[in-house]
């Protein structure tokens, strides 16, 4: 019996966590597959996969971890949490590539956020995992790259490694115990899945615009009209901030811009002056802090 692993799963449970086991030094879970599932136990009523296994009952998890030495896995959607995800950088990535941990750093930048404070994890392979409590009403699923290069996120339908975890290369460990917070308006703006709206995926743009600049017009201002409340401000800020770098380029005109992001504002149901206020301080910093054409 590894007493180590079974209090990492026992800690992980006690902070309201569903964990169910990783095989040993391994990522990938201990239990059975759909087509070797014999019915019986927990799969009675029909074969259940790790996520609807994963628990936070003390007695089951001392259970199945006597039964060898397994890594812990935490299913992030039963947890009510979203794992931001930093990748350290790859021996087969391009020479200037950024880790995870630089991306995020950027994207804060970008945004006039700072890196939130959270309870954070190092990975056997010298990343790092932040964990978010998942906002209420909210069903966020997985993403790879939304938020940069080298960052996925894990939320339902995903799991991640707990720290205790032992895999060959090294050891997940707590580099900050500090309780997770609620995941950030601003960073949920990035993740929600975007509602396409006809209407606004057929709005015309200029016919000088480049072909990336009207994808992006068109996708930013259907991400502001499907956007919920509580996340309406952020998700408009963010794309005026998105979009103001075309207007130092001429891909976009800035009348074009402010008339698409006010409109889908207002779809989503923010009040004129409320729109007009925000997309044009958004508007002036992008284009204040970029110039020529994006890359």
């Given at each position: 019996m590894n007493?180590r ?9 006690e902070?309201g966590?569903?964990v169910?086991?990783?095989r040993?030094r391994d990522?990938r879970?201990?239990l ?5 599932c014999t019915?019986?136990?927990?799969c009675?009523a029909g074969?259940?996969k790790w996520?609807?296994?994963a628990?936070?009952?003390p007695a089951?998890?001392r259970k199945?971890?006597?039964a060898g030495a ?9 947890s009510?949490?979203?794992v ?18 630089t991306?995020?750093?950027a994207l ?13 994890t190092?990975t056997?392979?010298g990343?790092h995992?932040?964990?978010?409590t ?5 069903r966020?699923g997985n993403?790879?790259?939304?938020l940069?290069t080298h960052i996925?996120?894990r939320a ?9 975890s032992?895999?060959p290369g ?6 900050d115990p ?5 995941l950030?308006?601003?960073l949920?703006?990035?993740l929600?899945p ?9 709005a ?8 990336y ?5 068109r ?5 502001v009209?499907?956007a ?13 901030r998105a979009?103001g770098?075309?207007i130092?380029?001429?891909?976009l ?9 006010n ?8 009040r004129?002056?409320?729109c ?5 301080s958004?508007?002036?910093w ?6 020529g054409?994006?890359?």
């Amino acid at each position: 019996m590894n007493t180590r692993l079974i209090t990492a799963a026992l800690d992980a449970a006690e902070r309201g966590w569903h964990v169910f086991p990783l095989r040993p030094r391994d990522k990938r879970p201990a239990l059975h597959g759909e087509t070797s599932c014999t019915g019986t136990g927990d799969c009675a009523a029909g074969h259940r996969k790790w996520e609807q296994r994963a628990t936070t009952d003390p007695a089951r998890i001392r259970k199945a971890w006597s039964a060898g030495a397994f890594n812990v896995g935490i299913a992030t959607g039963p947890s009510g949490l979203v794992v931001v995800d930093l990748d350290p950088v790859k021996a087969k990535d391009p020479k200037g590539t950024p880790d995870g941990v630089t991306s995020l750093q950027a994207l804060c930048e970008r945004a006039g956020q700072t890196v939130p404070t959270t309870y954070r994890t190092r990975t056997a392979s010298g990343g790092h995992h932040l964990y978010f409590t998942a906002p209420g009403g909210a069903r966020l699923g997985n993403s790879a790259g939304r938020l940069g290069t080298h960052i996925d996120t894990r939320a339902h339908g995903g799991y991640v490694v707990g720290a205790g975890s032992v895999l060959p290369g090294g050891a997940y460990e707590v580099v900050d115990p500090t309780e997770p917070v609620p995941l950030p308006e601003w960073l949920y703006a990035i993740l929600a899945p975007r509602q396409q709206s006809r209407a606004l995926m057929a709005a015309p743009v200029p016919v000088r615009a480049s072909l990336y600049a009207a994808a992006a017009l068109r996708a930013e201002t259907a991400a502001v009209a499907g956007a919920g409340e509580g996340v309406r401000n952020w998700t408009l800020v963010r794309a005026a901030r998105a979009l103001g770098r075309f207007i130092p380029s001429g891909d976009l005109d800035r009348s074009v811009v402010e008339q698409a992001l006010n409109s889908a504002g207002l779809a989503a149901g923010l009040r004129e002056n409320e729109c007009r206020a925000a997309v044009a301080s958004a508007l002036n910093w992008s284009v204040a802090n970029n110039s020529g054409r994006p890359a």
